[in-house]
């Protein structure tokens, strides 16, 4: 009894409220402004695709453009400096990216960079540039 007596005052209140209860909004349902911003997002994300996407400067040149300008190796740590066309110099370590063709720094020695492009492997010796290497020979482990 008790619920129907605070129903009857609500019942009461709605032609005050707006009108009939055929012209709610249903709570549910998606808004415009909803269905607005998801359009303006969409747009938004494919002008973003078509800008052109941030290259590292390590990236931009191909590898033989990059000279070793000297290394730093201790116990904990090898690192190597490389010398861009620019004349921008960078330190770079195991794993970093080096030229445009997706190379990575598999070793840094006393004398010379290692790096892999795909399958082809390339040195930087110090004071000069990247040169490819000859594949080695499977059995013997002597460069062809």
Do not use: C
Not at 114 to 124: F, I, K, N, P, Y
């Amino acid at each position: 009894m008790k619920q129907a007596s605070l129903l009857l005052p609500l019942l009461l209140l709605l032609p005050l409220m707006g009108g009939a209860t055929e012209e709610l909004r249903n709570p549910f349902a998606e808004s415009a402004t909803v269905a607005g911003m998801e359009e303006e997002r969409a747009g938004l994300n494919q002008e973003a695709d078509k800008q052109p996407r941030y290259t590292p400067p390590l990236e931009r040149e191909s590898l033989n453009s990059y000279q070793l300008l000297g290394v730093v190796l201790s116990k904990k740590i090898s690192l190597g400096v490389v010398q861009t066309q620019t004349g921008h110099q960078h330190l770079v370590r195991v794993g970093d990216r080096l030229g445009s063709a997706g190379g990575v720094i598999q070793a840094v020695s006393e004398a010379h960079l290692r790096v892999m492009e795909g399958d082809q492997e390339h040195w930087l010796p110090v004071g000069a540039f990247a040169r490819p290497i000859a594949p080695t020979d499977g059995a013997s482990g002597q460069r062809q």
